[in-house]
């Protein structure tokens, strides 16, 4: 049987705008996939904690603060730290087209901003998911 | 240990304090949370972690959320084993709660040693939310949000309906009033906890529970693989056809099913 996907859906620092979390949250489940909503306020290490025990195939952090170019980046660092090279990363929320190529380079695979429709998020995220799937079955 | 208990009635929120109350005394603590599966898309939105993560970074803590993936009794197909992992990796207690629960989703009672049923004050005169099967697997009877009004009403009620059954094992269930919120009555949750285990320990029903269980389970195991074997050897198209025969009426699931193991 196939194994639904597992996200992790995160809102981190002091960041209290959640619709944006809970309505993707929703779009994803509504795609068939299993999500763990962290709720608001969570410091990157409790999502990195929570990604690990949950054993998520990714992790979707939205920000609407403006501290994305500080927690992005400490998220990747404690995921690589964390050996969660398979984990994928990848978020939303109001961040500026400028600051997303940064982001990319960190390893914040891709960014959606908003009006993002939700079919399109589901489907980069099962697409995501699949090639490392793929790519964990290969090695 | 098992939280079960109507939608919303506060199961995750205890749960957070029983961590912080079990983990003063012991090294490690595990829990696992169902949520149910969308039957209709199989996904699911696991939140009762959210209740939790003060706990998150804990080093004694895991927890593991579970969705039902269509399986109906209130847990997840798989979550006794995932409880007995979290046993063997050497998890002092293993709290695990269920779906929000009506009537039907017993199944806690074949993983947990001690099922906590939650209610709420204010679900109606009856308590219809508490149905006859679900209380009958209470050991403790909790009755949360113990802050707002009507909980000793409720208290009550429990009490009374609770002389009305007999009791299968000689247990008496006790009631508790609790508040998530603030914390109130969590040390006599505990207690109460405590001693029905030892009372379980003692009379021999912590080993009646346990080989109930494992009876359920290798029976559940085995009509799988039955299912499964059987499925193999007809092959999809038979199964196909006869379940099409059924759709339009031309035969009865009970024929169809006799045919079927006639082939098989
Ligand atoms: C509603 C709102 C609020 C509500 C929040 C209610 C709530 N519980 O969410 C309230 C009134 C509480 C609020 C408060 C504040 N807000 Co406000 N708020 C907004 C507003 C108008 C809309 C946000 C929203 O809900 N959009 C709807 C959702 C569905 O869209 P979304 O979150 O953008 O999500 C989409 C995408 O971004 C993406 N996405 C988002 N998250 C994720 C995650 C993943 C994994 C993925 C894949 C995709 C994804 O997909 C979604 C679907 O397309 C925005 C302005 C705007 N137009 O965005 C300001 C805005 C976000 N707020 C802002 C500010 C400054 C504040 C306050 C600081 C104001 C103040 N001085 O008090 C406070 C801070 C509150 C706090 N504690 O954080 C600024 C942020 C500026 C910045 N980042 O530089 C904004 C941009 C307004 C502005 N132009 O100045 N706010
Ligand atoms: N007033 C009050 N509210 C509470 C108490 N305990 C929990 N709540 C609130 O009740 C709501 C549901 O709490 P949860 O702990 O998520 O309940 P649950 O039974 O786990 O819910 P499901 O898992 O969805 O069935 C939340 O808004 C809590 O803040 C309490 O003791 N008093
Ligand atoms: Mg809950």
């Known amino acids: ?139 | 240990m098992g939280v079960t208990g109507p939608p919303g009635g506060g199961k995750s929120t205890l749960v957070s304090r029983l961590l912080a109350a079990y983990r003063a005394r012991s090294p490690r603590v595990a829990v696992v949370a169902v949520d149910p599966s969308s039957p209709f898309t199989g996904g699911a939105i696991l939140g009762d972690r959210i209740r939790m993560q003060d706990r998150s970074l804990d080093e004694g803590v895991f927890i593991r959320s579970m969705a039902s993936r269509g399986y109906t009794g209130g847990l997840a197909r798989t979550t006794a084993r995932v409880v007995n992992v979290l046993d063997a990796l050497g998890h002092d207690v293993v709290i695990v709660e269920t779906v929000g629960a009506g009537q039907e989703e017993v199944d806690v009672v074949r993983v947990a040693g001690t099922v906590a049923l939650v209610t709420v004050p204010g679900l109606g005169d009856d308590i219809q939310a508490i149905k006859a099967g679900i209380l009958e697997i209470a050991d403790v009877l909790v009755v949360n949000k113990a802050d707002r009004p009507g909980a000793d009403e409720t208290a009550r009620d429990l009490a009374q309906m609770l002389t009305l059954g007999s009791s299968r094992t000689g247990w008496k269930p006790e009631i508790v009033r609790t508040s998530g919120a603030t914390g109130e009555g969590i040390e006599a949750l505990v207690r109460a906890i405590d001693r029905h285990q030892a009372w379980a320990a003692e009379s021999g029903e912590r080993e009646r529970r346990s080989a109930a269980a494992a009876r359920e389970e290798v029976e559940a195991l085995l009509r799988d693989a039955l299912v499964h074997r059987l499925e193999d050897r007809l092959g999809e198209e038979r199964v196909r056809r006869a379940i099409a025969r059924v759709a339009t009426r031309q035969a009865d699931p009970y024929s169809v099913v006799e045919e079927l193991l006639a082939e098989s």
Do not use: C, W
């Open chain 1, 1 to 139: 049987m196939k194994r639904p996907i597992r996200v992790v859906v995160a809102k981190a620092g002091l960041d209290g705008h959640d619709r944006g979390a809970k309505v993707v949250a929703r779009g994803l489940r509504d795609a068939g996939m299993e999500v763990i909503y962290t709720g608001v306020h969570q410091t990157p290490e409790q999502v990195v904690e929570t990604a690990l025990q949950e054993d998520a195939d990714a992790v979707g952090l939205s920000l609407l603060s403006g501290a994305h170019n500080y927690l992005f980046p400490r998220i990747a660092e404690l995921m690589r730290e964390k050996g969660m090279d398979d984990v994928l990363l990848f978020g939303g929320g109001i961040i500026p087209e400028e600051d997303i190529a940064a982001l990319r380079e960190h390893g914040v695979e891709r960014v959606f901003t908003p009006g993002a429709s939700l079919e399109e998020i589901a489907a980069y995220v099962r697409d995501a998911v699949g090639r490392r799937r793929g790519q964990a079955a290969r090695a």
